[in-house]
């Protein structure tokens, strides 16, 4: 009905151009490219009159316009005749006929390297799959393209000073054949020098040069420097990076580097307010210093209230000075969690080693100290754990805001025992992963599932609340609520389980420049033992906005699987790993 209403609606009468432009004999992207060079000047038409001189001038210049145009398709000979017609009163034709010719061919094709980096793997590679061979058609582009690229190459593999000794095309236009000839010399070799830091008096000197992606002696490359300022701008301490390789001042080959950075305010105190279904509404309060004690140490406070969990959380990390990602901090934990499965008031000390392993690696070993007292259906309890464990996390989502592709997965076990000193003994392994992966027309298909598996010495009864595994909610089974899906006591209450098992696929169609549209599918549950498992399962649609600060997500989830399916409305904000 749309489609018959908007046909039926009047449209507007278009005039004819006064002007109209026609070229005929060449097509494709030849055609394009004469079609721009002749492009017609905006002046050339005012008050809907035709400027005739003006027209005649752009007749005469048709011609070698057309000429250079079709040279980098390898037409060196071609033939044009432009005419103009009058078509009616004031209405003019410009008829530009093209006899490309024959194209120029090439011949002979001699690509050398010379210089101290004619061994360099990477430029020979360049140079045996150079893209224009004998017989192929002359295109310029091509060659430009394959010559910059050469130049790059040598560039970015420390020869600063490569240049092309020789480089030329001689043409024959009589027989339409072309000879290249291409001669690189690569120049000596740089390295990276001294590095100067300037404008961050604030910090010590040690702390700074963690983020340079090089050290004096290591081959000159563009991409470090590149890596450095990045580093430094990912800091959240600086307002403005500039990194300067300083080659008038360069000495026998070696580079000196002069940094300049202007520092951002160290303190921040940023409130907040939010909606999940999983925590209710919420607001929250955080402070943070970037430069305890002028070392470069991280004081992160931060102060949460929402209907379902209340708490502080306080942490202070001690960067690594030989490893941008690793450092050592110590976090202090109080929480309370009241949701419709279970009470936890939980007080945590945990003291942790983060160490990088390359780009989205991170690896980390800790010992945690906690303190927890818990409702869960007919107990009330308490537990005292001392639990070590060991994380592993590879993250290359190409952005958090709105990712494209890339993939996340998590590993940790941790495990503990009366002889440490705890009230329990148990063993756990946890692995968690997710995957974007791009399709055509505007999809994406994101995937995601997480598992958990404990070996217990002692009673289930004896597991704290925040060490069982329950399903349901925003980022488990959705169309449950969360935490209300696991294994019940006598009374029909949940209770929670030793194992976890979750997956879910979702289909997403993008819309406009910052919405999408999504096909979801859950399942998984909680459980005790593998003999008998039942998968709860969820289906549904979601509408997701991506805003600058995070994508708002809303999902309406219906049951599937049970004899009275209900429906369950979830809504997020940020990407979900």
Request: with cysteine; net charge neutral; hydrophobic share 40%.
């Amino acid at each position: 009905m749309y489609l018959l209403i908007w046909l039926s609606c009047p449209f507007p009468v278009m005039a004819a151009e006064p002007v109209e432009l026609v070229i005929e004999g060449v097509e494709g992207a030849a055609l394009k490219n004469v079609r721009e060079a002749l492009a017609l000047p905006a002046g050339l038409v005012r008050e809907g009159k035709v400027d005739r001189l003006w027209l005649e001038h752009i007749e005469r210049q048709a011609a070698a316009k057309v000429l250079t145009a079709l040279e980098p398709f390898g037409f060196y000979d071609a033939r044009v005749i432009a005419s103009i017609e009058t078509v009616a009163e004031g209405r003019y034709r410009l008829r530009v006929m093209v006899e490309p010719g024959v194209p120029v061919r090439v011949r002979v094709v001699e690509v050398a390297l010379h210089g101290p980096g004619r061994g360099e793997d990477a430029l020979k590679k360049l140079v045996a799959s150079f893209p224009l061979h004998k017989g192929d058609i002359l295109q310029q582009q091509v060659y430009e393209e394959a010559k910059g690229g050469l130049l790059s190459q040598a560039q970015g593999l420390g020869y600063l000073d490569a240049a092309f000794a020789v480089h030329r095309i001689r043409i024959t236009k009589e027989q339409s054949s072309a000879d290249i000839e291409l001669i690189l010399d690569t120049g000596g070799r740089y390295r990276f020098g001294d590095v100067r830091i300037e404008g961050a008096a604030g910090y010590p000197d040690r702390f700074l040069r963690r983020y340079l992606a090089f050290r004096s002696g290591d081959t000159f490359s563009p991409a470090k420097l590149s890596e450095t300022q990045i580093n430094f701008t990912n800091s959240e301490r600086f307002k403005e990076v500039i990194v300067i390789p300083e080659k008038d001042k360069a000495r026998d080959l070696v580079m000196p580097v002069l940094v300049k950075l202007s520092p951002a305010p160290s303190r921040h105190l940023r409130p907040g307010i939010g909606y999940g279904t999983d925590t209710g509404a919420r607001t929250s309060l955080r402070y943070r210093d970037l430069n305890m004690l002028q070392l470069g140490h991280d004081l992160n406070i931060n102060l949460y209230i929402s209907e379902n969990l209340q708490g502080l959380s306080a942490g202070y990390t001690i960067p690594s000075y030989r490893d941008i990602k690793g450092s050592t901090g110590v976090q202090l934990n109080l929480q309370r969690e009241d949701v419709t499965t279970y009470v936890s008031r939980l007080a945590s000390l945990e003291l942790d080693r983060n160490h990088s392993f390359g780009i989205g690696r991170l690896g980390t070993a800790y010992v945690r100290l906690q303190q927890e007292d818990f409702t869960i259906g007919a107990q009330n309890a308490g537990t005292r754990l001392v639990l070590p464990g060991l994380r592993f996390t590879d993250n290359h989502y190409d952005n958090l805001i709105r990712p494209s592709k890339g993939y996340h997965y998590e590993v940790e076990v941790r495990g503990t025992s009366r002889v440490m000193g705890s009230d329990t003994g148990l063993f756990q392994v946890l692995a968690q992963g997710s995957a974007l992966i791009p399709l055509p027309w505007r999809l994406s298909f994101h995937t995601r599932a997480r598992a958990g598996i404990t070996l217990l010495s002692d009673p289930l009864s004896e597991l704290p609340v925040s060490l069982r595994f329950f399903a349901g909610g925003d980022q488990s089974v959705r169309g449950y609520t969360y935490q209300s899906l696991g294994p019940k006591d006598a009374s029909g209450n949940v209770v929670g389980g030793k194992q976890l098992m979750v997956g879910s696929a979702e289909l997403e169609r993008a819309l406009f420049q910052s919405w999408g549209v999504s096909l979801f599918y859950d399942a998984g549950n909680a459980f005790n033992t593998f003999d008998n498992v039942y998968l709860f399962q969820g289906a549904g649609v979601g509408v997701h906005y991506y805003s600058p600060i995070g994508a708002i997500n809303l999902y309406l989830a219906r049951q599937i699987g049970v004899a009275q399916p209900g429906y369950h409305i979830h809504f997020t904000m940020g990407f979900e790993l």
